[in-house]
């Protein structure tokens, strides 16, 4: 037998044993984690029958590439939900388990759960990093805890009510475009493209104070944000643009980082800007001034926010809350007014009655601009933007990670460390919740026929501890733009039906198209 000897290395015994020792050793320790890893997805797998499964496409792919982002798509997710009813897991590649849960019931114990026992799940919005930073959206732990504490001010129904007066102003220069494009009788509009430079608009003066323009004429900087929200929706879609390394050497990667530098400069110089106002850092006078004046916007706030030592907010953390309001801001309502208005336009019985309701708040009213105490009394037309959330709520779904086990209702658990995808969608289309779920019907919303529903059967905002911390900016905007457009203009379905797509929000495929037809006034 030829004996096996490395003393041709010139190496002595001892040396040898050693440099044969430390590649086995390393073996061995890789062969072993393997091993574990193995047994980890065995156990995992174990404990997860409980939850029954869709059929696979492969042991290698599981259930991958299944849910696409069109319309079959969340046709298959309405099927899920009609087959399967509360939760059921679903397999990304041998290793990854999902639980994809969609009724309230089994919602609660996990979306309730403080936000340390079932953080965000970061893969879902890790290509919006570079661009949003730690904002709110992204980030965990304690400085997430500290920032929201610190932001939630700046949604204080003090200072909303002094942006109800811009929602009228950008809504009036939409209309303006509106009335000139139809002046031919009628116009047939993308509504996704003009309601987002809208929500645009009117998110710029909120968070900035600046006026672009941007309905009027090309803004640099509102076409980096529609670019970059593109960049990352597709990105979603193209496999080998997952890489960061990859995807930074190709055309998109390029583009975004040219539109994120754009974006964070205006923010900066805003932020710098106001800072040469308050030249001390202590002085915060003409904060406390514009706060008495009721003209805050979203940087004064963050700018006068201080922890509970006293430490304000840094410019980075101030530019990452505010690009993050801008991102989680514009697409989100622009999505919610533009289905509202498609639901009203194939429901004309709903869109004469809402009408007749805003014409009757705003009689004899000159100018006619919304305020903010008549918010409250748009009772029939509040229930036709919610019926709408329901049917096509503009955020599909959100994930969560648990990093303890979860009780469910029926007393199974969601072992710790698995990711759990609480369909929003899935849970306003269940069968189980909502009768005959495929129906606009608005009157699910009057008090007597919500009474005895569960809370979390409608959670177009999300729930519990990370809730949307604007929805009652996105509801006041959605009625502000609602109640003048139905006012002022007549909405027509187009003869060819919108596919759905939901991508980082639902959009329709090639985008949304109405007509509107303006009315003489009454
Ligand atoms: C119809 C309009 C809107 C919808 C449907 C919506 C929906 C949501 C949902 C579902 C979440 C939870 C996301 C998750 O858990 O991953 C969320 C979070 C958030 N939204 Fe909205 N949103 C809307 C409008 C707005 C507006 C107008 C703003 C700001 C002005 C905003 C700012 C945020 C922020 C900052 C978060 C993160 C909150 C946190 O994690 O603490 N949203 N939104």
């Not at 509106?178 to 509504?191: E, I, N, T, V």
């Not at 670019?227 to 990352?232: N, Q, R």
């Not at 710790?416 to 609480?422: A, E, T």
Request: glycine share 4%; aromatic share 10%; net charge positive.
């Amino acid at each position: 037998m030829p004996q096996l000897s490395i003393s041709w290395l010139g190496l002595g015994p001892a040396t040898a044993s050693l440099w044969l020792f430390l590649p086995l050793a390393g073996a061995s320790c890789l062969l072993a984690y393997i091993l574990t890893q193995i047994y980890a997805v065995y156990e995992k797998s174990h404990h997860l029958r409980i939850f029954p499964q869709p059929p696979k496409r492969s042991w290698l792919l599981g259930h991958l590439g299944l849910i696409q982002s069109s319309e079959e798509g969340l046709l298959y997710i309405q099927c899920l939900v009609r087959t399967f009813r509360d939760v059921c897991c679903w397999w990304v590649g041998p290793w990854q388990p999902v639980i994809r849960i969609f009724h309230p019931d089994f919602i609660k114990p996990v979306l309730l759960a403080s936000a340390s026992v079932a953080p965000k799940d970061p893969v879902f919005y890790r290509f919006l990093k570079p661009w949003l930073g730690d904002g709110l959206l992204m980030s965990t732990g304690d400085k997430w805890t500290l920032h929201r504490h610190m932001l939630t001010p700046a949604f204080h129904f003090n200072i909303l009510k002094s942006y109800v007066k811009i929602f009228n102003d950008s809504t009036n220069i939409m209309h303006a475009k509106w009335q000139r494009l139809a002046s031919q009788g009628s116009a047939r509009l993308d509504m996704f493209e003009h309601i987002s430079l809208m929500t645009l608009d009117s998110l710029q003066k909120c968070v900035f104070s600046f006026n672009s323009n941007c309905q009027e004429k090309p803004s640099e900087y509102i076409a980096a944000i529609l670019e970059l929200s593109a960049l990352v929706a597709k990105r979603h879609q193209k496999l080998h643009q997952h890489v960061d390394l990859l995807y930074h050497l190709t055309r998109d990667g390029m583009r975004f980082r040219k539109a994120c530098r754009l974006v964070h400069d205006f923010t900066d110089a805003i932020i710098r800007e106001r800072r040469c106002t308050l030249p001390d850092q202590r002085d915060d006078d003409l904060l406390k001034a514009k706060a008495k004046a009721k003209m805050l916007d979203f940087i004064d706030v963050l700018l006068l926010s201080k922890d509970e030592h006293g430490k304000a907010l840094s410019d980075e953390d101030i530019r990452a809350e505010a690009d993050t309001v801008m991102f989680g801001g514009h697409d989100t309502t622009a999505s919610g007014l533009s289905w509202v208005l498609y639901n009203l336009a194939k429901h004309p019985e709903y869109q004469d009655r809402c009408r007749q309701e805003v014409r009757e708040l705003l009689r004899d009213r000159e100018p006619e601009e919304i305020e903010w105490d008549d918010l409250s009394q748009l009772p029939f037309l509040t229930m036709c933007m919610k019926e709408s959330l329901r049917l096509y709520p503009p955020v599909t779904a959100i994930s969560r990670s648990c990093t303890k086990d979860i009780v469910l209702p029926d007393g199974r658990v969601i072992p710790k460390g698995v990711i759990c995808r609480i369909s929003i969608f899935g849970t306003h289309h269940n069968p189980a919740v909502w009768p005959d779920p495929e129906v606009y019907n608005p009157f699910r919303f009057e008090a007597d026929n919500a009474k005895g529903r569960s809370s979390l059967a409608f959670i177009p905002f999300s729930a519990g501890p990370r809730n949307c911390i604007g929805q009652t900016f996105a509801m006041s905007e959605m009625k502000v733009a609602l109640a003048l457009t139905l006012l002022r203009f007549r909405i027509l379905p187009d003869s060819k039906e919108p596919r759905r797509q939901p991508e980082l929000i639902l959009r329709a495929e090639g985008g949304l198209w109405l007509w509107v037809q303006p009315l003489s006034p009454q």
